[in-house]
């Protein structure tokens, strides 16, 4: 157990936490888009910016990432300073001209009173804010089937060689992750694209309902040693199946009970 | 790839560790057998090294030593900073252009010479400056440009 402060408040942490997390935990809200339980944290919108200092730097202070700074005994926290203030609110006008058209981002940022960026809007931007969720969660998974490509104010994230990329099991965690919602996909008729590349969906054999692509659950059954019966009903139909199992298991106890 | 192809492959594997940290160092290879990195070679070593095909074409878009389209066995490379602008770097970009018939950035038919344009190249007081392959002319008068390529 460490303590630290924050906004004045002594606070206990677990030693090695992350500090957005405790942030987070004593309701104090502050903007993050790239943070993720799922994955390790790398700092890459720096929203989640904070102050600190200690009680031995004398009034020196400096600025760092919640997400990525482990907690430490004494640490003094602040995160609503006129400083950090300014530079959520710079990096939320770059971002909102980086990608006019995303809704959490407007949203965030008229929160700082923005309601149009101050900069050039930038002509083909596509929300992506490049941090990288997508393709660490894809390499959490053990696919890693798309990842940046190019350098500079080019890059972009893509499958390899722009082409359908045959890592890909058509998981969707890449879609579902993504802080601005970029990555396009579609299910219909028992198929599912995404990045291009067409997967075959599991129907649910008691209502038909589509499942996860066939992929998905062969990697599954493969990686996870997940019985392949366990793919053929929705949950759905599982939690029905269970609720009938159950009132049987009642309706009998009953009886005995008479 | 050919036959041949594949061996070379093969060739530059064994010459490497097989193992990820040998990607940059397997792509440079390639790079300087084929003169690019075609598109299955980039295939090969993602299982020849057990990285994943998109980290490897992350690494190869990434750094701009690599190439995925065909590039010249001579590389020209003109300097535009701008010491050899002013000393009429365009004049002798002028010449190579005409003369082999391609733009900056584009590679002869024939797979003999491709032109780049940099900038700067640290060699100011002997602007303009042209690299062929990795030999440094200066002071080079924009008349004689295309016969020291052709000599390379
Ligand atoms: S959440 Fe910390 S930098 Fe993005
Ligand atoms: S400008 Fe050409 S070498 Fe510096």
Redesign the pocket.
């Known amino acids: 157990m460490v303590h630290i402060t924050i906004n004045g408040k002594v606070i206990k942490a677990t030693e090695g936490e992350m500090l957005l997390s405790v942030i987070r935990r004593h309701g104090i809200e502050i903007p993050a888009l790239c943070h993720h339980e799922a994955i390790e944290p790398t700092g890459n919108c720096r929203l989640c910016m904070v102050e600190i200092t200690r009680e031995e730097w004398d009034g020196w202070k400096k600025h760092v990432t919640s997400c990525l700074y482990p907690v430490e005994e004494g640490l003094i926290v602040s995160t609503h300073t006129p400083d950090v203030i300014e530079i959520r609110k710079t990096i939320l006008d770059l971002q909102l001209a980086n990608c006019p058209d995303s809704e959490v981002i407007q949203k965030m940022a008229e929160e700082y009173g923005i309601y149009k960026t101050s900069y050039e809007v930038v002509p083909e931007g596509d929300n992506c804010i490049m941090c990288y969720a997508c393709t660490r969660i894809c390499e959490v998974l053990g696919r890693s089937a798309i990842s940046a490509v190019g350098r500079g104010h080019r890059k972009e994230i893509a499958p390899p060689f722009g082409a359908e990329p045959p890592d890909c099991i058509g998981c969707l965690a890449c879609a579902q992750i993504c802080p601005t919602d970029v990555i396009p996909w579609t299910d219909r008729d028992n198929t599912r694209t995404i990045w291009d590349r067409k997967f075959e969906l599991i129907s649910c054999k008691e209502c038909g309902r589509q499942t996860i692509a066939r992929e998905f659950a062969d990697y599954l059954i493969e990686k996870r040693n997940i019985p392949r019966e366990y793919f053929e009903i929705c949950d759905n139909c599982k939690r029905s199946e269970l609720a009938r199992k159950m009132g049987e298991i009642v309706a009998r106890a009953q009886e005995v009970a008479i | 790839m050919t036959q041949q192809d594949v061996t070379r492959l093969q060739g530059i594997f064994g010459r490497n560790p097989r193992e990820p940290g040998s990607l940059i160092a397997v792509l440079q290879d390639i790079q300087r057998e084929f003169h690019y990195l075609p598109r299955e070679a980039l295939s090969e070593t993602a299982k020849a090294l057990e990285v994943p095909l998109s980290k490897v074409y992350s690494a190869a878009t990434f750094y701009s030593a690599f190439s995925l389209t065909p590039r010249g066995e001579n590389i020209i490379r003109v300097?535009k900073?701008?010491?050899?602008h002013i000393k009429g770097a365009d004049l002798l970009l002028d010449q190579l252009e005409s003369g082999l018939g391609i733009k900056p950035g584009e590679t002869t038919p024939d797979l003999k010479y491709t032109i780049e344009v940099v900038n700067?190249?640290?060699?100011?007081a002997m602007?303009p400056?042209m690299i062929v392959n990795a030999k440094y002319h200066g002071n080079v008068p924009c008349n004689r440009a295309l016969r020291l390529v052709k000599k390379a």
Not at chain 2, 81 to 84: H, I, L, R
Not at chain 2, 120 to 124: E, I, L, P, S
């Open positions: 300097c900073g701008t010491a050899c700067c190249v640290g060699a100011c602007a400056v």
